[in-house]
């Protein structure tokens, strides 16, 4: 869905191959290793455990599409996914992989991962080569156009992209890091939602919205289609841009849910000790947020990006993670000036934190679907990150390392760390 290419004339339209049909394909492998850490005063049901420990994650995704009509195409994206995150992805609101998700059973499971129909509406007669890509037909696309999405998809290819930080099978890993953390953005357990999606682009600028289901419980396989009840708003604005002849980008976002959603007050107020946020849920509860994303290439071999983010922390968590705000920051560096063109170096970090309720919440004894240790002496959680990618076959195979470093896992500065995680990854493309 990224829009990259070169500027076709009339004249060279003839020459263009369109194709009727796409076939793509990606496995990634994560393991990972945790250090031991403490020593720790107490451990809860939802925290990271002090123990080092090693898991591993395994998704493997065909995507498949085919031309209808001008200007439209369907495409389908069966995922088989497995394995576990740390401490079965709980303790940590950055967690550290994301190619993990927060189900109990660590066994592959095939699933639908998007099924969906495009339609681009052309708004001007020049036109852009496309090439063929995972959900995306070789051919020519309109340089301004009106594009309209419906199906179930994963709604953060479509909002929050940087080029330097949004694909944790090839870039940063983090949560916290391939997306604004506060953006509760609309999923089920694995990341996706059915969706209807408005795009209007133009090449210095775009403006998107997006109108999702909401799961029936937080963080739940099941999607609720009392629509009119809950659902989900996303709305962005992308402005392109240069600085000195570099490329550049500046994305801010909004957002609004509402549904079925438990109030942290509440369920303070109705059980001081060790309350449970799940008991109060009702509907018409909301959860809103902004959110602010940008970037820059410095030179030749560098990019820079930085993303910011708030909701309002009021009502519960219901399908990303447990943050309430977030800054990041990072460097991206290619391999050309050492002959590697293909490899990346990366270096990032994110801080997080909560509002008050959510902490106020956490501090007696409530849990979340990712947090709990049992109590909290309350911090804002660090995370850095720095990878190394290598290209052993350009287009076909990776292999990446990456290292980790947390301080305040969860929040706690009862159980401050620091935490130390190794990762390797493998990732192949067809």
Known sequence: LFLLGFHVSAQSLDTIRTARLTLHGQTTVISQHKLNFGPVPYTGDNSLHPEAETQTSLTSTIFAGARLWRGAAVYFNPEIAGGSGLSQA????????????RIGDPSPKLY??????????AC???????????????????????SITVGKVGIADFFDHNSYSHDP????????LMDNGAWDYPANTRGYAPSVVLEWIKPDQAWR????LLPKT??????????????????????????????????LMAFYNTTNMGDYRKALGDAPINPNVADTR??????????????????????????????????????FTEIDHSASAGISLNGQRWKRPDDHFGMAGVVSGLSKPHRDYLQAGG????????SLKYKAEYLMETYYSCALRKDHFYISGAYQLVYNPGYNGDRSGPVHIFSFRLHSLF
């Not at 639908?112 to 509406?121: D, K, N, P, T």
């Not at 890509?133 to 156009?145: C, F, K, S, V």
């Open 218 to 251: 937080a963080n739940g396989p099941q999607m609720n289609w009392q629509i009119q009840r809950s659902n989900s708003t996303s709305l962005e604005y992308t402005r392109n841009f240069a600085v000195m002849g570099k490329p550049g980008a500046l994305r």
């Open 367 to 374: 849990k979340g679907f990712m947090l709990g240790d049992g």
């Open 124 to 146: 001007s007669s020049s036109v852009s080569r496309q090439e063929s890509d995972a959900n995306q037909l070789e051919g020519t696309i309109p340089d301004r156009y009106v």
């Open 209 to 212: 919205l997006g109108i999702s």
């Open 282 to 319: 009702a509907y018409g509860r909301n959860k809103y947020g902004f959110a602010f994303n940008a970037e820059q290439q410095l030179g030749a071999y560098l990019g820079a990006f930085a993303r910011a983010s708030w909701n309002d922390g009021k009502h519960e968590t219901w399908c």
């Open 169 to 176: 099978r090839t870039q940063f890993m983090c949560w916290g």
């Open 90 to 101: 709980l303790g940590l609101a950055d967690a550290p992989n994301g190619e993990t998700f």
């Open 112 to 121: 639908v991962a998007r099924l969906f129909i495009q339609q681009i509406i």
